[in-house]
């Protein structure tokens, strides 16, 4: 199993930025990358961004420009520099971390979720 302790997210208004963290702990041999969805109210979780070991981040199109994820992965942590947020970015941030699957790890971890709120 693999635990997170996500913090960071909150209310500010539209312009302003957010910068989220998540510590992962447990089987963390397990994982292949990390990164972050959101899930707005009555929508689809989206993924925002993700950061393979060794690759190359990848963005949601509507968060290119503005947003930025990192790993730091001798702490086992991925973060989200937000900046520039609307109000279309309101939703629930959910870290994640894909892991190899098989019979030891999983295929995908999911952390508890942290609310973002934009105002306008």
């Known amino acids: 199993q693999v635990q997170f302790v996500e913090s960071g997210g909150g209310l500010v208004q539209t312009g302003n930025s957010l910068r989220l963290s998540c510590a992962a702990s447990?089987?963390?041999?397990?994982?292949?990358?990390m990164g972050w969805y959101r899930q707005a109210p009555g929508k689809e979780r989206e993924l925002v961004a993700m950061?393979?070991?060794?690759?190359?981040?990848r963005y949601a199109d509507s968060v290119k420009g503005r947003f930025t994820a990192s790993r730091d992965n001798a702490k086992n942590t991925v973060y989200l520099q937000m900046n520039s947020l609307k109000p279309e970015d309101t939703a629930v941030y959910y870290c994640?971390?894909?892991?190899?699957?098989?019979?030891?790890?999983?295929?995908?971890?999911w952390g508890q979720g942290t609310q973002v709120t934009v105002s306008s």
């Open positions: 994640n971390a894909e892991g190899f699957g098989g019979s030891w790890c999983e295929y995908d971890y």
């Open positions: 447990g089987d963390t041999i397990c994982i292949t990358a």
């Open positions: 950061i393979p070991t060794g690759g190359v981040t």
